[in-house]
């Protein structure tokens, strides 16, 4: 793992590159994207983890801050939607050259799942033009408000672990073939999940599964 910055002057980025463990086919890469405050901090063990497990199976990975949080530059009144998006688009940039791709898999927790989930979106609609990087793949974890499935991109993986009320399914994505998969298991986020060790280790293993 080697930590570093990234971004310009005017917007620092700390983040934390995992290279691929194998050289084996082509070059993949996959962005984390980060829960949002207090569920930032308890889900940083699991975000580890799950960078390390996909280094061992050939994917270079990056965790990174947003401006304004953790070790990145900026105070938290600094960050805004827009800017978290331009965010995440500024570490795609970033792990393609580092992984020598030009596909990159979006990997979004709760918070970071919608803020994913919004990037793959202008990527797919062409909003996001003049990149070199596509989106290969999404995967959208707990996400945290409703997500139109229509816009999302063909190959994207809802992950659900928390259960939840009929009220609260309509935040998973309707009228696409989006999958959405129910997969109880720990919930890294939440404090006592945190302090007693537990590791969402069956969702780990399909986000594995899913890619390979």
């Known amino acids: 793992m080697t930590p570093f910055f990234l971004g310009t002057s005017q917007r620092?980025?700390?983040g934390i590159h995992t290279a691929a463990a194998s050289c084996g086919g082509k070059p993949r890469a996959a962005v984390l994207c980060q829960p949002w405050g207090d569920e930032y901090i308890y889900a940083h063990r699991c975000?580890?983890?799950l960078a390390v497990r996909l280094s061992l199976c050939g994917f270079d990975t990056l965790r990174f801050d947003y401006f304004g949080t953790g070790d990145s530059a900026g105070e938290k009144g600094d960050t805004d939607a827009e800017g978290l998006r331009a965010d995440v688009v500024t570490a795609i940039e970033t792990l393609e050259d580092l992984a020598a791709t030009d596909k990159v898999t979006l990997i979004g927790l709760r918070a970071g799942a919608n803020v994913a989930a919004d990037v793959a979106m202008r990527f797919?609609?062409?909003?996001?033009?003049?990149?070199?990087?596509?989106?290969e793949a999404l995967i959208l974890?707990?996400?945290?408000?409703?997500?139109?499935?229509?816009?999302?991109?063909?190959?994207?993986?809802?992950?659900?672990?928390?259960?939840?009320?009929?009220?609260?399914?309509?935040?998973?994505?309707q009228g696409s073939p989006a999958a959405v998969e129910f997969l109880p298991a720990p919930c890294p986020w939440i404090e006592e999940a945190s302090t007693t060790g537990m590791l969402p280790i069956r969702v780990i293993q399909r986000i594995e599964e899913w890619l390979s």
């Open 12 to 14: 620092r980025l700390f």
């Open 47 to 49: 975000m580890r983890q």
């Open 124 to 135: 797919a609609t062409g909003m996001a033009a003049g990149f070199r990087a596509a989106i």
């Open 141 to 173: 974890w707990d996400p945290l408000r409703p997500l139109d499935g229509d816009a999302l991109p063909g190959r994207t993986l809802t992950l659900v672990t928390q259960g939840m009320r009929p009220h609260e399914l309509s935040i998973l994505p």
